[in-house]
């Protein structure tokens, strides 16, 4: 046993620190029933940001087999949006769910058995990445990457670990959350006090929607206070992630000598100039553009369809277009549309945004613009369109 100079073991230590701990934490919120009602919470909340991330992170990666469907127009909006909105709200439920169950956290010994050693790893697995998944969320969001690693790769695998733990944490208390949450249980002198609690943590999250919803849904767009981006602020009255300048291209020289060519697997390869693609008959469509920080924009865009250009160039129905860049690096500089995609009317390499010509920064003298698409997958500066 190890002794300190005064005597005490550290064990002994230990036990007077827990004992201390509790006793600072002994209001009547920290109990089984209040942890349920946030548990339950949770779950909900973190089963949406889990499916919903997957959809993210599938239509961003799209395996060889998998098809994502051009319709509903705004799906991607609306799952994008619940997912950074929704795990934004999340914050406040996990933070008054952990300071409910603090004192647990604290016991001593930290396990008794190999069981029980194992499902505290699985909390503190849970626990941990919950809050790296929420904090590291929230800086990306805010453009603020403070870390060498791929974000989008360690949001990725840590939401597996994640949602893993939460499943099998939600098996082994199941039956303290039925009997807690469901069970009816005379009123006791805290009751109101734990409804006070709850209802204040549900105003929370819910102010934390309010504030940031705006950023995809126009009419709430003055109450978006903490949004990283307002959906009208941005040239021509669409938001900007990555500018002309950002990319390495200039939008004179484009104009000067620019050409989108069509190559690959056709029957007659393109090379158009900008005053031939003016030229073409004109289609417009009212498309949004939705970020994978959750923010998206509505307007209306003009240019010509990307089925009529394969088409002409004689482009198999089933064939895949990878749609390249004058930007000269980067992970997006080039996206893949499938069949699903290019064959739809409202799929443009577009011309003009809102009546105008493209700004720079909205990728003049070309760019894509497809429905229910992440605006990543919306390359701008479009200059060869490769077909397999």
């Known amino acids: 046993m190890v002794r300190r100079s005064d005597g005490k073991s550290l064990e002994r230590r230990a036990e007077e620190f827990v ?21 339950v919470w949770l779950g ?3 089963t949406v940001a889990f499916v919903t991330g997957l959809v993210s992170h599938f239509m961003q990666h799209p395996p060889a087999w ?25 914050i406040p439920l996990l933070l008054a769910k952990l300071w409910t169950v603090y004192p647990r ?10 069981p029980q050693a194992v499902e505290r790893a699985l909390v503190l697995a849970l626990v941990g990445g919950s809050l ?46 039925r009997a807690r949450f469901w069970t009816r249980e005379p009123v006791g002198p805290g009751d109101m006090a734990r409804r006070r609690f709850l209802a204040t943590v549900a105003a929370a999250s819910g102010v934390t929607v309010l504030v940031t919803v705006g950023e995809t849904y126009p009419p709430l767009a003055r109450w978006a206070v903490l949004a990283p981006r307002g959906p009208r602020i941005g040239p021509q ?82 064939a895949v277009v990878t749609v390249e860049s004058l930007e000269r690096g980067g ?19 577009a011309l003009r945004l809102n009546g105008a010509p493209l700004a720079p920064d909205h990728g003049f003298p070309l760019r894509l613009i497809a429905p229910n ?16």
Do not use: M
């Open 66 to 90: 998998l098809l994502w469907p051009s319709r509903p127009v705004n799906l991607y909006r609306v799952t994008q949006g619940a997912h950074v909105i929704g795990g934004l709200a999340t």
């Open 105 to 114: 956290l604290f016991q001593w010994p930290p396990f008794r058995s190999a």
């Open 237 to 318: 009255g669409v938001p900007v992630n990555k500018t002309a300048a950002a990319a390495g291209v200039s939008a004179v020289a484009a104009d000067a000598g620019y050409r989108l060519t069509v190559t690959g697997a056709v029957r007659t390869p393109l090379s158009l100039t900008y005053a031939d693609l003016l030229r073409w008959p004109q289609h417009t469509a009212r498309l949004p553009i939705s970020c994978v920080e959750g923010w998206s924009a509505e307007a209306e865009w003009a240019g010509i369809r990307l089925r009529d250009l394969l088409a002409r160039a004689g482009a198999a129905p089933d």
């Open 19 to 39: 004992r201390g701990v509790s006793g600072r934490f002994s209001s009547g919120l920290h109990s089984e029933r209040t942890a349920a009602q946030l548990g």
């Open 331 to 349: 992970a997006y500089r080039s996206s893949e549309v499938r069949s699903p995609h290019w064959g739809d009317p409202l799929t443009l390499l």
């Open 44 to 46: 909900l909340s973190f």
């Open 132 to 177: 790296f998944q929420l904090v590291t969320g929230l800086l990306n969001i805010s453009y603020a990457y403070l870390w060498p690693f791929s974000f989008t790769a360690a949001h990725y695998w840590t939401a597996y670990l994640v949602y893993g733990a939460l499943v099998i944490h939600v098996v082994n208390e199941w039956a303290k959350v």
């Open 373 to 388: 698409r992440p605006g990543v997958l919306q390359t701008k500066w479009v200059t060869e369109v490769v077909v397999t």
